[in-house]
């Protein structure tokens, strides 16, 4: 046989070493969902492998290419610093339900004194890694001047979408799953407009979280929220079309490699065409 693909049968990030290797020996990844389609009655990792085999014959998809080296390094730092940061909400919480036992809240501390120390070092490593790759470094530094976007955020913007700048904005919008999605058949069946979430979910979170903190701080968020909800706009709207916002920001500041800044006279975000600094 001349001619092979393979197609895994991912869960999680447990295939990622494994796709990499394979592609660095010339062997191309693809991949696509199809099993749902062909309503099984059953499921069983031969019926799954035969199952992945067909889509692959039927689709002909493109040839998964990995990150780079280094990108995926800045992906792997970034989401052990979430995880972390997840694990210390689950303690904090623990300790402040006042149900545990004196020794199990002795560990629930040092736990929590352990999880800060890791989480500063993780992050004090995510900086190495932007600071150390010149690309990285600027697009950062770019990305620190759009409102709402600070350091947390920067880096996962970078390590979840490294090549931004590729995507077109509305293909960029459904990958962090912001796109709206409308369900209606004929003119008796029509729900309500929502958001796709069939994209990036850490990428979703990490727009949406910048929404709400954001919103009323920065004159650019701040002057548009109010235009918003004299539209009649319900609150989890108006924070969902701001993360919307600050995802094109970042695709054009990055793709036009020009700094974020406001025009004076109406608080509007726009960029200026001018010298980068």
């Known amino acids: ?9 991912r869960a999680g990030e447990h295939g990622s070493p494994a796709d990499c290797r394979c592609h660095g020996r010339g062997h191309g990844m693809r991949v696509k969902a199809y099993g749902q389609s062909e309503l099984p009655r ?8 035969a199952s992945i085999a067909r889509s692959c014959r039927a689709h002909d998809p493109s040839a998964w290419v990995p990150p780079a080296t280094h990108l995926r390094g800045l992906r792997e730092l970034v989401r052990r610093c979430e995880g972390l940061k997840v694990a210390r909400v689950q303690e904090i919480n623990r300790q402040k339900s006042g149900t545990a036992s004196p020794a199990v809240a002795a560990s629930i501390a040092a736990h929590l004194d352990w999880l800060d120390r890791e989480i500063e070092a993780v992050m004090n490593a995510v900086q190495e890694a932007v600071a150390s790759d010149p690309v990285l470094s600027r697009n950062h530094e770019l990305l620190l001047s759009i409102p709402g976007i600070g350091t947390v955020t920067a880096p996962v913007l ?8 590729r995507f077109p904005p509305k293909a960029l919008a459904a990958f962090a799953g912001l796109s709206p999605q409308e369900y209606s058949s004929g003119s008796t069946v029509r729900r309500p407009g929502r958001i796709s979430r069939m994209g990036s979910e850490r990428l979703r979170r990490a727009l949406y979280m910048c929404a709400l903190s954001s919103r ?12 918003m909800r004299a539209a009649g706009k319900p609150p989890k709207v108006i924070l969902l079309v701001i993360a919307r916002k600050l995802l094109v920001f970042a695709h054009a500041i990055v793709r036009s490699q020009k700094p974020f800044a406001l025009k004076a006279e109406n608080h509007d975000g726009h960029l200026i065409r001018g010298s980068a600094g």
């Open 1 to 9: 046989m001349s001619w092979f693909s393979l197609t895994p049968d």
């Open 216 to 227: 009323r701080r920065k004159p650019a968020l701040a002057d548009f929220v109010q235009r």
């Open 42 to 49: 059953n499921k069983t990792d031969k019926l799954d492998a």
């Open 158 to 165: 970078l390590a979840e979408v490294p090549n931004i700048d």
